[in-house]
């Protein structure tokens, strides 16, 4: 579940409580596009967005060792009829940095994938990066998430002047184009 849990935070770049909240019912696997509802999200902004082929194959994997018939995508361990707990993914992604050995950063838990999600497709219009991410406005993404580290801001200098970019700025740049 923390495989499928982390694939869906990268690849929506949504809140961890809305996807924690998701049910099979908001999944619709013919045209892949999830129902985001406005009573799972902070900010009760009920939207649609597609899924990308990470997001869904996870999903569909998932979904085969997932108790057939249940009505969360994410259901708690204990207590039928209730989605994970925040408590628990929180435990999880704490536990799985101590297994990889990361030290543990402020600030670097579920949230910082919306951040990334944010930063690494900083090259959309705001207002399509604002709608895939769930946010109302583009005030926040561009205040709170985006953050330019010194690749792409050189990557930006070189593409204003013409400069060729090396094959490393091409690898890191091929996800926002």
């Not at 849990?5 to 045209?31: P, Q, V």
């Not at 979904?63 to 925040?86: H, Y």
Request: net charge positive; glycine share 10%; aromatic share 6%.
């Amino acid at each position: 579940m923390l495989r499928t849990l982390l694939i869906m935070a990268n690849e929506t770049g949504h809140r961890i409580g809305a996807i924690r909240r998701l049910r099979w019912s908001d999944l619709d696997f013919e045209a892949e596009v999830v129902l985001w509802r406005a009573e799972n999200d902070k900010i009760g902004h009920e939207h649609v967005t597609p899924l990308t082929q990470v997001a869904t194959a996870a999903l569909k994997e998932h979904r085969t060792t997932t108790c057939v018939g249940g009505v969360f995508v994410f259901p708690a361990p204990r207590g039928v009829g209730k989605p994970i707990s925040r408590h628990l993914v929180r435990d999880w992604w704490e536990r799985a940095e101590a297994l990889a050995g990361l030290e543990r950063i402020d600030g670097r838990g579920w949230h910082s994938l919306r951040r990334k999600f944010a930063t690494d497709l900083m090259a959309m219009p705001l207002k399509v990066l604002g709608q895939l991410g769930g946010w109302k406005g583009t005030d926040t993404i561009v205040e709170c998430y985006q953050h330019a580290d010194q690749s792409l801001l050189r990557t930006a200098l070189q593409a204003h002047r013409g400069v060729p970019f090396s094959p490393e700025q091409r690898e890191r740049t091929a996800g926002t184009a």
